[in-house]
């Protein structure tokens, strides 16, 4: 059958803990793994496995956002009294990134983004619809 996503399917991985005194942020989490299957898939919505963001080091408000169910990266956290949380991956930068050194307090690095992965012969989806981008394959598997 065919298989259409109007709403939002997602995996995300969590962002890091900032916030705590004297102590470096925490990584975000990674993205998840969105496996679908059909015989069309149409998506018009989003569909994403993105990563989270590193939590800020040192005290602030400094939590990673958690990935985001679009195609935009998570934002790591503040460390207003440390370095910066990294950002999570998403489809322009799959790998999240480095937090910000501090001669204490760390920031925590980005998670990376996950795997979406469509299994149908016919697969439509905007460019800013999926993140990261899709591994595809034209065949179903049988059982």
Do not use: K, W
Not at 22 to 27: D, S, T
Not at 45 to 65: L, R
Not at 83 to 112: F, L
Not at 114 to 127: H, I, K, L
Request: aromatic content about 2%.
């Amino acid at each position: 059958g065919t298989i259409s996503i109007t709403g939002t399917a997602t995996a995300p991985g969590a962002g890091g803990r900032g916030n705590a005194v004297f102590q470096a942020g925490g990584g975000g989490g990674s993205g998840g793994a969105i496996l679908i299957e059909g015989h069309a898939i149409t998506v018009t919505g989003i569909v994403a496995a993105n990563g989270g963001g590193g939590g800020g080091g040192g005290s602030g408000n400094g939590h990673g956002q958690d990935g985001q169910a679009s195609t935009s990266r998570a934002n790591g956290g503040n460390g207003s009294t440390g370095g910066n949380g990294g950002q999570g991956g998403a489809r322009a930068v799959t790998g999240g990134s480095n937090g910000q050194s501090d001669d204490y307090n760390g920031g925590g690095g980005g998670g990376s983004a996950g795997r979406v992965r469509f299994n149908a012969p016919s697969q439509t989806a905007g460019a800013n619809d999926v993140s990261p981008s899709p591994s595809t394959s034209n065949t179903v598997s049988t059982f």
